[in-house]
Structure formats: C-alpha cells, structure tokens
C-alpha cells in the first residue's frame, strides 16, 4: 500500500492507523500547493480532489477520504481493535464520531488556514470550534479514549485536527480534559513514529 500524504495535514490521521495497525506501507510526499508528488508526478492524476489523504492498495486501486480509509486499514488488521466489528452497534458509534470530527471540527479549521478568508468569518469559526470542545470535554470527561478503554481510529482523526490548534493559536489549555487527551494519544509509539517520519518532532 501508498499512503499519500502533506506533513500535519489530515493524511496524519490514516497514517497513525497504519502504524497503529503494525501494517506494512509505503509514504508518498505530496505538495499541497502544487498539487505535485515528490517525484514530478500529478498528484491529480491520482487523486482529481487534490488533496490528501490517498490510500493507493496493492491492485493499484485508490481509497480517498480519511474516515473511509482510517476504517479500512483497521478491517485489515481486526485484532488491533482499531475499529469494532462491521455491523455492530459499536462501529455505528465509530462512524459517529468519524462524522463528527470531520464535518464539525475538521472543516472548521478550513477557513483558519484560508489568508483569503474575513476576520469576521475567522472570528465565528472560533466560536464554533469553542462549542464543539466543550462538547468533546463533556465526552471525553473521565475516560481515556472516545470510545471508552480501547484506543480507535477516532482518536488518531480526533488528535490530528486537534494538533490545528497550535498554529491557528487556539488555546487548548482552556480545556484540561483535551489537552490531557492529546498529550496521551502522543505519547503512543505508533503516534510517535508516524510523526517523526513526517518531521513533526524534532
């Protein structure tokens, strides 16, 4: 497998799967800007979105959208326990959360790193994203992971977007229970490998 990904940006997230899911897989760097691979390529000639994450299988066939690919790699590898069983009530859960973080949170960030986006827009998106971590605090409040005991792959989309904070000059401290959360899930090996194989950590 090929992992597509741009250092910090959501591709983070499957790439803590992987790592998480102890499966073997290659990194492609991907520009951003450009829309360029590492080695010349056309990135939208892999993915026509044009952006990240891409997850390109063994067959050659290509997987986009974090939450679709985050739970494919953890079907790959069920006694990770990275994602409950299909069809159970608890992966329903599972893809709550996916949906959450990833609709209410992870867009959120958008206009924060858009120069062209208003003060004002920039402004409402920070109130927003105060209501949505008081939410997260209330659900995370006296347990480590948000699904209970077992680390998931929410938690790696969940910590990725939550690292956005630093360089949009969010303040996490105001909410203990998240700042507690991050410092935990960073402290896994397989978080820390991924992001030192990103440049993340010096």
Known sequence: MKLYFSPGAC????????R???????????????????????FKAINPKGYVPVLQLDDGS????????????????????????????????????????????????????NPQASDELKTLVRDALVQRFDYLSTQLQGKPYLMGETFTVA?????????WTVPTQIDLSKWPVLSAFVERIAARPAVRAAMQAEGLLK
Do not use: C
């Open 11 to 18: 591709s983070l997230s499957p790439h803590i799967a992987l």
């Open 20 to 42: 998480e899911a102890g499966l073997s897989f290659d990194m492609v760097k991907v520009d951003l800007a450009t829309k360029q691979v590492a080695d010349g390529t056309d």
């Open 155 to 163: 938690d790696g989309y969940l910590f990725t977007v939550l690292g």
């Open 62 to 113: 290509v997987l986009t959208e974090g939450p679709a690919i985050v739970q494919y790699i953890a079907d790959q590898a069920p006694a990770s326990k990275l994602a409950p069983a299909a069809g159970t009530l608890e992966r329903y859960r599972l893809m709550e959360w996916l949906n959450y973080i990833t609709s209410e949170i992870h867009k959120s960030f958008s206009p924060l790193f």
